[in-house]
């Protein structure tokens, strides 16, 4: 008599084909949205981050912490953009003291202490929105800012102020940017399924 293999339960390897092809599925469907940023002041464009608005849905921090280091007397980088639950690492690449402090109530008016050279201290920021000033207590000139959303669409502008957002779902955003002193006018952008969108913002 012949095995009815099909009313069996699916298989250890079965259920890791289907897991397996599930995320490809939703891969095809997302787009770019792409452009470039111009600004009067061309040193800061490195100190702005373009990201998206509107955005549905809930996503994940990373698994592994991102770096802010102090070096020559400046947090590297300046900006840091991250998704909300990200624990960033502050590591201390001068051979001084530096310390690392926030008077912002959204990033819980951290205060990291002082310390020395190749240490690192760690702080996940909790609260999307946050736009949060970083300073140094030994040195008055230090600052640095941790900037939090609730989705990974965003960017740093590279050279000439060319970004790229990858992965995203289709649907209807705004492209804004933020910088701690120029406003941003945004701009409406629709994608559709696996399409790729440019916007060039002026600021
Ligand atoms: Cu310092």
């Not at 990201?51 to 912490?65: H, M, R």
């Not at 502050?90 to 959204?106: A, K, Q, R, T, W």
Request: net charge positive; proline share 9%.
């Amino acid at each position: 008599m012949r095995t009815l293999v099909a009313s069996k339960a699916p298989t250890t390897l079965a259920i890791l084909a289907m897991l397996a092809c599930a995320p490809a599925a939703q891969v095809h469907a997302q787009g770019t949205v792409a452009g470039t940023i111009t600004m009067n002041k061309q040193l800061e464009l490195p100190n702005v981050v373009v990201f998206l608005d509107g955005v549905q849905g809930t996503f994940p921090a990373p698994d592994k912490p991102v770096e802010m280091n102090q070096h020559g007397l400046q947090f590297i980088p300046k900006v840091l953009p991250i998704v909300k639950g990200t624990t960033v690492n502050f590591l201390n690449e001068d051979p001084i003291l530096h310390d690392v402090f926030s008077p912002d109530p959204c990033a819980e008016k951290l205060n990291l202490g002082t310390w020395p050279k190749d240490i690192v201290r760690t702080f996940k920021f909790a609260n999307a929105g946050c736009r949060s000033v970083l300073l140094c207590n030994i040195h008055p000139g230090m600052e640095g800012w941790i900037v939090v959303f609730d989705h990974p669409f965003f960017a740093k502008p590279a050279e000439g102020g060319r970004f790229t957002i990858p992965n995203v779902p289709p649907g209807k955003y705004q492209v804004k940017t933020w910088h701690k002193k120029v406003k941003s006018k945004g701009a409406p952008v629709e994608l559709k399924a696996a399409e790729s969108v440019t916007v060039d913002l002026s600021l």
